[in-house]
């Protein structure tokens, strides 16, 4: 896609496995609000992700793979390749990508995390600050490494934490933050 300015969207594929709230999210940013990505491609280990009407509503291409199939990541990088991708966000994503995957995308791979890296890697991190008494919690944009929720952050987005706050009201906030983080970080990278 060729904005007016003559400026090329950077072609970028969206790997999801739930919601898809921030696939939304962004794709919208990148089709109305000057985001320099366009989403292409979305990529699912999961058939039945709600996330997945997007590309229907959206009209942007999907593809479901079985990542404990042995071929999946040849078949994947092959997809990747024909669609010309250069950015890979992830947005919920509940697999692990191999070191060898991560390689050949190096420093090209995103991911948005629901709480303050290097704090509660990998899952449940709304009970375990809550759990912490943690005064601050927030959302973590990073480059994506060969360990989990280990690369370099790009961007981070802190919230206060009130005393009646529980997993699903923390949660909620910090997807509003999300909404606008990913996007902040985005610009960021390519100094948009
Ligand atoms: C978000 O909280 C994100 O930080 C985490 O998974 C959730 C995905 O939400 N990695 P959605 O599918 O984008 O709505």
């Not at 790997?15 to 699912?44: A, V, W």
């Not at 959302?139 to 060969?146: A, F, L, Q, R």
Request: glycine share 6%; charged share 25%.
């Amino acid at each position: 896609m060729v904005l007016s300015t003559g400026f090329k969207k950077i072609k970028t594929a969206v790997f999801l496995s739930g919601k898809g709230t921030n696939l939304k999210n962004l794709i919208i940013h990148s089709k109305f609000k000057n985001l320099p990505i366009s989403i292409d491609l979305i990529i699912s280990d999961n058939l039945k992700a709600y996330g997945l009407k997007y590309a229907k509503i959206f009209q942007i291409q999907k593809k479901i793979f079985n990542f404990k199939k042995k071929n999946y990541e040849k078949n994947l990088l092959n997809e990747l390749k024909k669609n010309e991708i250069k950015l890979i966000c992830l947005a919920g994503f509940m697999k692990i990508l191999s070191k060898g995957f991560i390689q050949n995308f190096k420093g090209k791979i995103i991911n948005i995390h629901p709480s303050l890296l290097p704090k509660y890697k990998g899952l449940n991190t709304h009970q375990r600050a809550l759990k912490n008494n943690d005064q601050y919690s927030g959302c973590t944009v990073h480059y994506v490494n060969s360990k989990l929720d280990s690369g370099k952050i790009i961007l981070q987005k802190k919230i206060k934490v009130y005393k009646n706050d529980t997993p699903k009201s923390l949660a909620s906030k910090i997807l509003v933050q999300e909404h606008k983080l990913y996007p902040a970080a985005i610009k960021k990278i390519f100094k948009h």
